[in-house]
């Protein structure tokens, strides 16, 4: 009988410190050994030759929109692909109830069910979801949702003031009551909760734009006759996410919860995140920037509103500050933000009326090894951005985003010398543009590994879709 199911002999593997070569061991979907030294070829019934190749723990995007514009079931089964060609093997997605997603509110103890449902046997990596507590009923349900698995719950900064109600199907959030009280709140409960698991598992990550401050530049905006792309990013300026940070800031260091700063995309948000800790030293505090916001600018895509997003795209100079914040260890995560939007909701002649997001998650290796390198990042410190400190964040460290003995054998072996051009319909993503369309990145998966098992290689998606939910924390 043979003692391991797989062997990776040859490649370049990146461990947390360091590049080594060595052999990586599977059985029974786990990493069961990593040896410098010679493990026998007889001794696995398969053997993968990765010379020339780097393997790099199977990334976790965690930061992704399942079923945001299109049904549960078809947007995991078609962007679960896509996340295969990026060397994703964990997509951690937000859900919410409300508009969009599946229009409706009322109690996760319905809605969660329906939405696991659907995802059960559709998904071609792993994955898990984040959830947001619309309304005073649903922070109630903040401890039976521990017991399914979600530990991260979500608070939009902008929704404030937009309670429509219940009954209302233009609202985004159908709630009773969206303002600084209900934050307070998801957050006071998720503080309570972590007194009672261990290693304090629970954060609230928040999208940080203050809504108010948005209201009075989309009116700037306007008068001075601004169009397309650079009006969005100015009527939703860096201003706007720094009140929102202090606010949200100045609840978590009051409640005591952990919080998570979403998609940082300017430089000034990210002053405010150093002068809150400044305030409060004490904060229990975690940053995240998006591909995007590190590679496209307003002024690149001026024109296109394809590339509408929020936070809006900023300007280089933004994008520099976030590479230098990645190699001084500000920023603990990099996500993509991935929300497949069809084209038809991206309306060529109406900015303001195009829908928000787009697709990233085939590019999440791509784009951080090549660019990365560019900025002075090693691969490990790479592999920690889009693996090891989701990962951990998220609590599903040390089953994901580990190159230890015993985690998932998820691996993505990447070509480092293969340079490839940006372009949309080649990473099996149902959507039909790309907003990196045409940039060359060099440094490519082609191969990806899930829980032992080789899913995509050569351009190609190998099996029927068998990605597992992650029960956090694990």
Known sequence: MQKYDLLIKNGAVVLADKVENCTIAVKDGKIAAISTAEIAAEEAREVLDAKGLTVMPGAVDCHTHFGIYAPMDKDVNSESKAALTGGVTTMMSYFRTGAHYMNKTGPYHEIYKEALEQAAGNAYCDYCFHLAPMDNLQVQEMEWLVEQGVVTFKYFMFYKGLNLGANSTVSPTMSDCYDLGHLYNIMEEAARLNTMLKNEPISVSVHCEDDEVIKAFIKKVNDAGLKGL?????????????????????????????????????????????????????????????????????????????????????????????????????????????????????????????CCGFGGTSLVYPFMVSEGLKHGLSLPRIAELVSTNPAKAHAAWPKKGSMEVGADADFALINLDLEKTVHAGADFSAQEYNVFEGIKLKGWPVITILRGKIVYKDGKILGEPTGEYVKRPC
């Not at 280089?316 to 993509?336: R, T």
């Open 230 to 354: 650079q009006a969005y990013s100015e009527a939703r300026p860096p201003i706007a996410e720094r009140v929102a940070i202090m606010k949200a800031g100045t609840v978590a260091n009051a409640t005591g919860a952990k919080l998570n700063i979403l998609h940082i995309t300017s430089a000034e948000a990210l002053q405010a995140t150093r002068d809150l800790l400044k305030i409060y030293p004490n904060i229990k505090l975690r940053r995240e920037c998006t591909l995007h916001a590190l590679g496209l600018t307003w002024e690149m895509l001026q024109g296109n509103n394809c590339a509408k997003v929020n936070p809006p795209l900023r300007t280089k100079a933004d994008n520099e500050a976030l590479w230098e914040a990645l190699k001084q260890g500000e920023i603990n995560w990099v996500g993509s933000d991935h929300a497949m939007t069809p084209k038809a909701l991206k309306l060529d002649d109406d900015m303001w009326g195009s």
